[in-house]
């Protein structure tokens, strides 16, 4: 596929057809890199656990812990 390289204010800029943007799931962000005279763009990758704190309030992590009773092994005696 060729397109043509437009004016955009002081830069030049490439219009990416939505097939490909959505092929490649290209959306907001992306890596660009030249390498061997190539320019490779890349979808930039959420880290894994992005989100997986969201709402969290250690608060709520008292209260099940308040019931918690040691064991019969955690009240012996240990010789070290």
Do not use: C
Not at 25 to 42: D, F, P, S
Not at 48 to 77: H, V
């Amino acid at each position: 596929m060729q397109t043509t390289i437009r004016k955009i204010g002081n830069s030049k800029g490439i219009i990416i057809p939505y097939a490909i943007l959505n092929t490649l799931k290209l959306e907001q962000h992306i890596e660009m890199e030249v390498k061997n005279n190539e320019l490779i763009i890349r979808a930039v990758m959420p880290p894994l656990r992005q989100g997986w704190f969201d709402g969290y309030s250690a608060s709520k992590d008292d209260e099940p812990l308040k019931n918690m009773t040691e064991t019969e092994a955690e009240l012996e005696e240990w010789d070290w």
